[in-house]
């Protein structure tokens, strides 16, 4: 397993999947994870949200980490999703994620059921105390309706030494500073919105988990690492660069903009698995047209 470094830029894979949806294409997701290596991207992330997990069968989610692990071989960390609103189940699927080479896990804050601070505080601890490797908490509450207190995740921090970063995805910077402020060392903070990368690096994150770095992996990387160096300058140019195409990314539900993207370039199938939709005609005129722009000389 590789050493676990949370900074720089990790990418949120997609899960290429057959044109029907019904397999995952493992052709077009080796050359998904090669092209990452290749472009030296600081680390991967399989079955994230934006690897559609909930669409996922168990079988198919210990085999994408496997595969992911086995095509890394050490040479960037592999931080695995495993979170559900169930702490049965992220206890399982940490436990699998992990036997199947994972060096870290990402929780996601438990969804749907609305738990309050003191029910997110004890599921983490449950999976934290059932878990030996680094955790990583996804704190996203636009798509689970729950927000992790700061209050919430220094209790957490005081009980779990293996609670080591947070991917905020709050999409406000006041609450990474205060994040930051109030926990400093103890926790790593990294962006959950590439619009939002810079913005929270200038105030201590230590760098983003990309949905656009399934594209533009080299790109999103050298923003991130200009901003680890302090080279603000350069950081800031690369950021408002890439921010109409983080921007297209979300034009619709993810991963479909991003999925698009890679279909046209040949990559993988746009294919995705209901109850989300290929992205429709108006999305890829868009999303073509940005692009198109961002790579131009």
């Known amino acids: 397993m590789a050493a676990f470094e949370l900074s ?13 949806a019904s397999a995952i294409d493992w052709q077009a997701f080796e050359r998904l994870v090669e092209s990452q290596l290749d472009a030296g991207i600081s680390g991967l992330v399989p079955c ?8 996922l069968s168990e079988s198919e989610q210990r085999e994408l980490i496997a595969h992911t692990a086995k095509l890394v071989r ?9 979170g559900s609103n169930s702490t049965h189940k992220t206890i399982d ?16 804050m438990p969804y749907y059921n609305k738990p309050s601070q003191e029910g997110m505080r004890r599921h983490v601890e449950a999976v934290a105390k059932a878990v030996s ?8 509450p636009g798509r689970t ?13 005081d009980a779990c030494p293996n609670v ?8 406000n910077v006041l609450r990474c500073q205060e994040l930051i402020s109030r926990v400093g060392a103890r926790c790593t903070v990294m962006s959950g919105d590439d619009g939002l990368t810079v913005p929270m690096m200038s105030v201590g994150a230590k760098g983003v988990v990309s949905v656009t770095s399934n594209l533009y992996p080299r790109e999103v990387r050298e923003c991130a690492a200009a901003a680890l160096a302090g080279h603000w300058d350069t950081a800031r140019e690369l950021h408002l660069r890439l921010l109409p195409v983080h921007a297209a990314m979300f034009i619709e539900p993810n991963p479909q903009p991003v999925k698009a993207a890679l279909a046209a370039r040949g990559r993988m199938s746009a294919s995705v698995r209901l109850p989300l939709l290929e992205a429709s005609e108006g999305a890829r005129e868009k999303i073509a047209a940005v692009t198109r722009r961002f790579e131009a000389p």
């Open 93 to 108: 699927a940490s436990r699998a994620a992990l036997e199947a080479g994972a060096d870290a896990i990402m929780v996601v």
């Open 8 to 20: 720089g830029a990790y990418t949120a894979l997609v899960t290429p999947f057959t044109p029907d």
């Open 74 to 82: 050490g040479r960037v960390p592999v931080m695995a999703g495993t």
């Open 48 to 55: 994230g949200t934006t690897g559609e997990t909930p669409t």
């Open 164 to 171: 080591v970063g947070v991917k905020d995805a709050t999409g």
């Open 133 to 140: 490797a680094p955790i990583v908490l996804y704190n996203i």
């Open 145 to 157: 309706g729950v927000e992790l207190s700061v209050d919430t995740l220094i209790a957490i921090l």
